[in-house]
C-alpha cells in the first residue's frame, strides 16, 4: 500500500484520520519511525503495529507531537493573569469552567491550576484536561517533571507546589493534581465539554490542516459560553478570527462573541 491506503487501517486501529494533519510532515515523521524498526513496507508496519501493543502504543506517542512546559511563553500567562481571568471571573457567578484542550504530559492545566491559585483556593478550581494520547496521560497523572519544564515557572510557585526527587527532578503535589480531570479525547472525531469560560489550546493545531483547524475553531466556538476566551499559541493566530464568531482583543486570545 502507499502512504494515501496507509491511512485507511490507521485510523481504523487509532481513531486518528491523517488526511487532517499536514501530509509532507506527518508522512515524513512516519517514514522516518518505520525506516527505524527496519520494516519494509507500510503493510508490514500496519501488520507489526496489530500484533505488538508496545509498537502500537510507540505509534500512537510518536503521531501525537507531544512538547510541552510550564508557562510556556511567559508573556502571554501574564495576559491571562492581569486580562482574562478576571474578566472572566468578573462576569461569572460560579467556578470557572476551563479546558485545557490536547494538554500532553499536563505541564498546562497543571499551569492554570497554580495560576488560578493566585485568585481563589484550590476546592474551588477544577480543570478539564485531554489528549489523545494514553501514555502522555498516564504521564500527567504522575505529575513528575524535568528541571526543564520547569524551567519557565515562577520560582513562587514552584517552591509552593513541587518537592524536589533525587537530583534534576520535581514532582507536582497531590492539592494541585487532585484540580485536574484528564480525560482521553480526540479533537475531530469526539464530543466537546459545552458552556466553557476558557479553553486553551496550545502549540497543537500547526499540525493539522487549514480545513481541519477551521472545524475544531469552529467547534471550540459553539463550546464556548458568550463571551468566553480561545487560548492558542504563539505561532497559531487566526487570521479569518471574525468569520469564526471571534473578536480579537490581545495576541493569541479570541473572545467569543
Not at 501488520?47 to 510507540?58: G, Q, R, V, Y
Not at 500567562?77 to 485545557?100: F, H, N, Q, T, Y
Request: aromatic share 12%.
Amino acid at each position: 500500500m502507499d502512504y494515501e491506503q496507509f491511512k485507511s487501517p490507521v485510523y481504523k486501529l487509532t481513531k486518528i484520520d491523517l488526511s487532517s494533519y499536514k501530509e509532507k510532515q506527518m508522512k515524513r515523521r512516519i517514514d522516518s519511525l518505520i525506516a527505524r524498526h527496519k520494516y519494509e513496507s507500510y503493510d508490514d508496519y500496519v501488520d507489526a503495529i496489530k500484533k505488538d501493543s508496545n509498537l502500537f502504543e510507540e505509534f500512537v506517542n510518536y503521531l501525537t507531537i507531544n512538547v510541552s512546559e510550564f508557562w510556556r511563553n511567559p508573556e502571554q500567562w501574564d495576559v491571562l493573569e492581569k486580562k482574562i481571568l478576571p474578566e472572566l471571573m468578573k462576569a461569572s457567578s460560579g467556578p470557572l469552567r476551563i479546558w485545557s484542550a490536547a494538554c500532553s504530559t499536563g505541564d498546562e492545566p497543571y499551569s492554570l491550576v497554580m495560576l488560578l491559585s493566585r485568585f481563589m483556593p484550590l476546592n474551588r478550581i477544577r480543570i478539564i484536561a485531554t489528549d489523545i494520547d494514553k501514555q502522555v496521560l498516564e504521564k500527567a497523572r504522575v505529575g513528575l517533571y524535568s528541571a526543564k519544564s520547569l524551567a519557565g515557572l515562577p520560582e513562587d510557585l514552584k517552591n509552593k507546589y513541587f518537592s524536589k526527587v533525587g537530583l534534576s527532578n520535581y514532582q507536582i503535589k497531590d492539592e494541585i493534581k487532585k484540580c485536574v480531570e484528564f480525560r482521553e479525547h480526540n479533537l475531530l472525531n469526539d464530543a466537546y465539554p459545552d458552556k466553557l469560560d476558557l479553553i486553551v489550546c496550545r502549540n497543537v493545531l500547526i499540525y493539522f490542516t487549514e480545513e481541519a483547524k477551521e472545524e475544531i475553531y469552529k467547534k471550540f466556538n459553539k463550546a464556548l459560553r458568550s463571551d468566553g476566551y480561545l487560548f492558542v499559541g504563539s505561532t497559531e493566530q487566526i487570521m479569518n478570527y471574525r468569520d469564526l464568531n471571534y473578536t480579537s482583543s490581545h495576541s493569541f486570545f479570541y473572545k467569543k462573541n
